[in-house]
């Protein structure tokens, strides 16, 4: 049973445009939610997070969105960069599994020039 | 700092061999976890280590996985006997209690392929 889940496993956009990758989630004893960044051959790399007390969170290019009531969260990337191509995963944890993370199955985004 | 970082970064071994996986933290960190890549599975959780000691193995998927940690600064995980169904990527991350919740810090992963 996939708690934290990707839907679309690949998105294709413009350089310049705006990236929108999603993330819905079943648990609702989750309570921290984070995005990782994943280049072949490297880890994932920690890229912006939101507590669930705040619906939004802002750093540069990235804004992570949460909408509690949906299970939902989305990131959104502007503009588009072609050095953003890589694969985006969501995570959450919370509740009696507080240290634990719960990863998605990633979205390929492909910026295109 | 250095980063996680994880040995060897390639490992190709014949069905049967033990395999060993081999991570040093971020120096500092308390948390320790290990994942396993697969296509099938995705980004999933092996066990986790706070302060050396195992607190969550329930992600180990058989008795032939194996992970200690003897120090704060170490950690293994071994596969004996290897089956080519554990073909996959293993990565080792480390986090700090007192730092931003649950963000976790990861390497660069081992790709392992069983024969």
């Known amino acids: 049973d996939q708690q934290v889940k990707q839907n679309s496993p690949s998105l294709s956009v413009q350089e310049g445009r705006i990236s929108i990758l999603n993330c819905d989630y079943t648990n609702s004893m989750f309570d921290y939610f984070l995005w990782y960044k994943k280049y072949p051959a490297e880890g994932p790399t920690f890229l912006i997070s939101i507590s669930s007390i705040k619906d939004k969170n802002e750093d540069g290019r990235f804004t992570v969105f949460l909408n509690k009531s949906a299970k939902h969260l989305s990131l959104h990337i502007v503009p588009s960069q072609p050095g953003d191509s890589a694969v985006y995963f969501c995570?959450?944890?919370?509740?009696?599994?507080?240290?634990?993370?719960?990863f998605g199955s990633g979205t390929q985004l492909t910026v295109l020039p | 700092d250095a980063g996680v970082i994880q040995s060897p970064r390639h490992e190709v071994t014949e069905m049967g061999q033990e395999v060993t996986l081999r991570c040093k933290p971020i120096s500092g960190h308390d948390y320790l976890f290990w994942y396993r890549q697969t296509m099938m599975r995705g980004l999933e959780l092996l066990i986790y280590?706070?302060?050396?000691?195992?607190?969550?193995d329930s992600g180990m998927p058989e008795d032939r996985f194996s992970a200690k940690m003897p120090n704060a600064s170490f950690s293994t995980l071994k596969i004996q006997p290897s089956e080519p169904r554990d073909s996959a990527v293993y990565f080792c991350?480390?986090?700090?209690?007192?730092?931003?919740?649950?963000?976790?810090?990861f390497g660069p992963g081992t790709r392992l392929t069983v024969l």
């Open positions: 280590f706070n302060n050396n000691v195992p607190i969550d």
């Open positions: 991350a480390s986090s700090l209690t007192l730092g931003v919740p649950d963000t976790q810090y």
């Open positions: 995570a959450a944890s919370g509740g009696s599994s507080a240290r634990q993370l719960t």
